[in-house]
């Protein structure tokens, strides 16, 4: 898996940075020029990643001289405009600082988390964020929680940190009911919405867990909701003893656009595909480790290791 990412680092020592000043994904259909010129642009946070990692393991200056070049590229041109379903796409890019920034020099630390800082900010500020918008407590919220809680540990802002972790035991609360379910799969009638709430608030977990020590995976929140009951409650559709038609009952107007925009799996009835959840089984077994088995056989693998994510969980669970 390294071997696949120096791969990735080698072909980024001879490109240049492509930023872009903002990220357009959200609400756009397939196809949409923005969104097209937005995915364009985020080979370069891969490739970041891609350029971290190598450096770490190498130590050849190259790698961090170049992932600085694309850092500081992106650190001066991108803006966020508060919204997380686009911001949740610089993961890589949080994450390469993160590993590099105590050999970057202190002017490009500055400017790196000057801009991570910026993107932070807006997502907390922005309109999105409105408590009396759906957006403030859904999936949107999931991801505006990482974000803010990734670049809060990784440029060490104490208030960013403490908003991170006061949301996600209120976003437990709110978001997760006691049964398992989220708010998402009962308005989208989706599991595929239910991972993306999911997804970000394990990340989360694990970079909380990783900083403080404090198990967000098992918190129960006053309402008895939880991260560990929601897990759980996917198991059966994921294991195949149920299965589920996606988006049949949704009340999402952009679900229908989708699906009559030809994206297929969003078309109502589309039954949802158990391996789909194995980003999702792989994060959560940082915290519970027999959730490997279950990913292990929807991936076909009997690796011990068999995504990098897993990797990671080896190498940094507290």
């Known amino acids: 898996m390294a071997d696949s990412l120096q791969a990735i680092a080698n072909v980024a020592l001879d490109s240049d940075p492509n930023p872009i000043d903002t990220l357009r994904t959200e609400g756009l259909l397939q196809g949409d020029p923005r969104k097209t010129a937005t995915w364009e642009a985020l080979r370069d946070v891969h490739e970041m990643y891609a350029l971290a990692v190598t450096y770490q393991v190498t130590r050849k200056r190259e790698y961090l001289d170049k992932a600085s070049v694309f850092l500081i590229a992106w650190a001066d041109s991108n803006f966020s405009r508060g919204d997380p379903i686009d911001d949740t796409n610089l993961d890589p890019a949080i994450e390469a600082y993160d590993m590099l920034k ?11 988390s000057r801009w991570f800082s910026r993107v932070a900010n807006a997502e907390i500020h922005a309109r999105f964020n409105d408590s009396n918008r759906t957006t403030a407590h859904n999936n949107w919220n999931a991801h505006r929680l990482k974000v803010v809680g990734e670049i809060g540990f990784a440029i060490g802002d104490k208030a960013l940190q403490a908003y991170a972790i006061a949301g996600i035991k209120e976003h437990i609360g709110r978001n997760l009911l006691p049964d398992g379910r989220s708010e998402d799969f009962v308005s989208r009638d989706a599991i595929h919405y239910h991972l993306y709430d999911l997804e970000p608030l ?17 918190y129960q929140a006053p309402s008895g909701s939880s991260l560990q009951k929601s897990v759980e409650w996917l198991l059966p559709y994921l294991d195949g003893r149920q299965t589920h038609a996606e988006f049949v009952n949704s009340t999402v107007e952009f679900d229908k656009r989708r699906a009559q925009n030809g994206e297929s799996s969003y078309k109502a009835g589309t039954v949802f595909e158990p391996k ?33 994510q897993a990797v990671l969980n080896g190498l940094t669970k507290r």
């Open 102 to 112: 105590g050999d970057l020099v202190p002017g490009e630390r500055k400017r790196i």
């Open 202 to 218: 394990l990340k989360l977990a694990i970079v909380l867990n990783r900083a403080t020590g404090v198990n967000y995976y098992t």
């Open 276 to 308: 789909s959840g194995v980003p999702m089984l792989i994060l959560a077994a940082y915290f519970d480790n027999k959730l490997m088995d279950l990913a292990r056989r929807l991936l076909g693998s009997e690796e011990q290791y068999p995504t990098w």
